[in-house]
């Protein structure tokens, strides 16, 4: 098994080499990839052309949620702990300035325009909207039980919030910030996420192991379409534990980092079937892409790395050392 | 040493139940038509007990009861979304009045009662309120419940002692402390345990390479400067002893254990009633998002949560659970829902916790605790089963004598 990852890896970076030589990266930009070490109580930067870790900052107490601001001049980290978003200049990591965030924020979604932050607080069962450019709270939304995941739709209509203990998605609209609907899903729901043509909501639930498909133009509104499951062989079903998600711009290949199962599903989505399960680092939690969507980092709290993911091939081809337990991912735009 | 023998910790109390009564918010997407309306009733049964060793045990008025609420509490919010309406009643109560207790929140309406009691009383009052009424066992830990004593329409959420004891042998044959010297008090509950901790070092392959008693010959618990006598008293009852790499305290009864720690004779980890011990929770564990849980209920109750006040916070949230998935609260339709192979709760111990079909224990993951951090939790690495390892904890579906739920 071990001499099998070591020749994947190898040929992964052997292919990157070549690709390197042919000078097949230039017409790709340089991006930097921010992940949040959530036991580091730091943010480790890394150069998404050489693949190098190329600085590291403080990003106050266990930095979770990370995002970045559609002009990439702004870097948004939840320092949990310190019941705050920290907003760090992404050239020069320079804290700026807190939002308010309620308290123990974990994660957060920005909408297209970058003008509102909507965060879950898991300890008072609401999902906050804060203005980013006058640093106010707009709005308070009561959901369930453990707010946690959170996604924009792509026309911006709908916010989605899901409550961990109260296991459903809901359904919360920007017009007044009502809830319009709610849908029952698995245990623990996690995170949440749209294709970007907005047809399709998933929801990764951690504890019941399934993604559900949400279809966004039912009869009566949204509707549950069908949950998929996984299985790995030689692991427990226990830890097949679906976390953070992402879905490559043709709305073909849902992927979805399994958590303790050390793994990322690869999702064919017309099909809504498991095609392929990429082993990275382990206790893998969220994913992002490079803008070009040619490769997809994986952050592994257990083994303090990521994994850097070539989305062509679906292959794991490098993985990178960063802080204590890296938790979130963002890598900044073109 | 001087003290009074014996110290309720809590009085016979309110003969009216106390209803926490919340209505449903009626939300516009919830159906009118579906009228679900769940009664669930917390009795706990009071005894007289002597003051605790440490005064960090001294248990709370409110035991149980805030764990409860916590899960109403919970459910009230998702069935808010579903037009779901929760209420709860909870009554403290002495031995000999129990039965009535039970009998007044079933003529209120109760059709779900989580009991906080012994084992002898958990089946009586189950038996009492009869097999409309679907009960869960929140405390007692005896392996008889789950076996020849079970009952059709009674549930358990607390662990057995053969969970607690096999989730803490796991631990310590993983680190290879095989060989166990097993100190048992010399009341009926602590010997019970000592079978469990016996059963557990067959099952798992450690020895008990010695095994003392430990007479509890009364007196109080605590006295001004004690610890000076302790700490005579204590080396010169585990001296001589065979070779052995950890001291199992069976002492249900608090007599002893906590005692054991730092004045045994030779120097090795206690484990068991004191040292690191086996629970179905603790109010310092914070892996898996437990930590929101701890404060949810902090701020309910202005204290540390107790394993009684997850159970019962436990058997709330199965209740709002299967209420939710079923959209009914017909106790039939609950417990079959319950019992089936769809039922699944996220209860922050990192996986989903269910119910054997055997004999109605909930399977869970067993903490381990030095009561101030999580050590471990059990099932450990490598201990399998061919079902979910979560089955190589407790009583298996071979060895089960239980035929209530066949």
Request: charged share 20%; net charge negative; aromatic share 8%.
């Amino acid at each position: 098994m071990i001499e099998q990852i070591k020749t994947t890896l190898l040929g992964g970076v052997f292919a990157a080499s070549l690709a390197v030589a042919s000078g097949y990266v230039s017409d790709a930009q340089a991006n930097k990839v921010y992940v949040s070490n959530e036991r580091g109580n730091t943010v480790t930067v890394i150069d998404s052309d050489t693949w190098e870790a190329i600085a590291e900052f403080p990003a106050g107490n266990r930095p979770r949620g990370i995002g970045i601001s559609p002009d990439g001049k702004h870097l948004y980290v939840c320092a949990s702990d310190d019941d705050t978003i920290k907003v760090f200049d992404a050239e020069t990591y320079e804290f700026l300035w807190s939002l308010p965030s309620g308290p123990d924020p974990e994660l957060f979604v920005i909408n297209p325009d970058g003008t509102r932050l909507y965060i879950s607080n898991e300890d008072d069962n609401l999902v906050t909207v804060v203005d980013t450019v006058k640093k106010t709270v707009v709005a308070e939304v009561p959901v369930g039980v453990e707010p946690e995941g959170m996604a924009v739709s792509p026309d911006v209509r709908w916010v989605i919030n899901t409550s961990e203990t109260t296991n459903m998605a809901h359904f919360i609209s920007t017009e007044d910030y009502q809830i319009k609907h709610n849908i029952l899903v698995d245990q623990r729901p996690r995170y949440a996420h749209f294709t970007n043509d907005g047809a399709l909501l998933f929801v990764s639930s951690e504890i019941g192991g399934t993604v559900s498909v949400i279809n966004m133009n039912g009869e009566t509104g949204p509707e549950l379409e069908t949950k998929i499951g996984f299985e790995v062989s030689g692991v427990q079903n226990e830890w097949l534990q679906p976390v953070g998600m992402r879905i490559t711009s043709d709305n073909e290949w849902l992927f979805v980092a399994l958590g303790p199962a050390n793994r990322v599903a690869v999702i064919n989505i017309p099909k809504r079937e498991v095609e392929k399960y990429i082993l990275v680092g382990q206790r893998v939690w969220q994913l992002d892409f490079t803008p070009d969507e040619k490769y997809l980092l994986s952050t592994n709290g257990n083994s303090n790395d990521i994994t850097v993911i070539d989305v062509a091939e679906q292959e794991a081809i490098k993985s990178i050392q960063v802080g204590q337990l890296p938790w979130g991912v963002v890598v900044a735009p073109n | 040493m001087t003290g009074s023998r014996m110290r309720c910790w809590c009085h016979p109390r309110h003969w009216l139940s106390v209803w926490v009564i919340t209505l449903a918010v009626l939300c516009l997407w919830a159906n009118p038509s579906a009228a679900v309306e769940v009664k669930t009733g917390i009795l706990r049964v009071d005894y007289p007990v002597l003051a605790p060793v440490s005064r960090f045990d001294r248990k709370p008025d409110d035991l149980g009861f805030s764990g409860a609420q916590l899960g109403n509490e919970d459910n009230l919010t998702t069935g808010s979304f579903l037009g779901h309406k929760f209420e709860m009643a909870t009554i403290a109560t002495p031995p000999e009045q129990a039965v009535e207790a039970a009998q007044k929140l079933v003529s209120e309406g109760v059709r779900f009662l989580v009991i906080l009691a012994n084992a002898e009383d958990t089946v009586r009052i189950t038996d009492a309120v009869g097999p409309e009424v679907l009960a869960f066992n929140a405390l007692a830990p005896d392996n008889a419940l789950r076996q020849s004593k079970c009952r059709t329409n009674l549930f358990h959420v607390a662990p057995s002692r053969a969970m607690l004891a096999d989730a803490l042998a796991q631990f310590l044959v993983w680190k290879r402390w095989n060989r166990w010297l097993l100190i048992e008090g010399s009341n009926p509950d602590d010997r019970k345990l000592g079978n469990a901790y016996r059963r557990a070092a067959t099952k798992f392959g450690a020895r008990i390479v010695e095994q003392r008693t430990y007479e509890d010959t009364g007196g109080s618990r605590r006295s001004d400067s004690g610890h000076v006598l302790v700490q005579r008293q204590m080396p010169v009852f585990t001296q001589d002893a065979t070779d052995h790499d950890v001291l199992i305290a069976a002492d249900e009864s608090d007599v002893f254990a906590l005692y054991l720690p730092f004045h045994a004779w030779t120097p090795r980890p206690v484990a068991g009633s004191g040292g690191l011990r086996p629970v179905s929770f603790h109010g310092s564990h914070e892996a898996w998002g437990a930590t929101q849980f701890q404060r949810r209920f902090e701020k309910l109750s202005g204290r540390f949560l107790q394993p009684a006040d997850y159970n019962a916070w436990l058997a709330l949230r199965v209740i709002g659970e299967a209420v939710t998935r079923t959209n009914s609260d017909d106790p039939q339709v609950l417990k079959d829902y319950m019992l089936g192979d769809d039922f699944e709760l996220a209860a922050f111990k990192g996986q989903k916790v269910t119910f054997r079909n055997w004999n109605g224990q909930m399977r869970q993951p067993v903490l381990l605790t030095d009561s101030k951090i999580t050590v471990g939790v059990s099932p450990q690495e490598g201990f399998l089963h061919h079902r979910s390892p979560l089955d190589s904890l407790g009583l298996d579906e071979p060895e089960s004598d239980c035929d209530a739920f066949k």
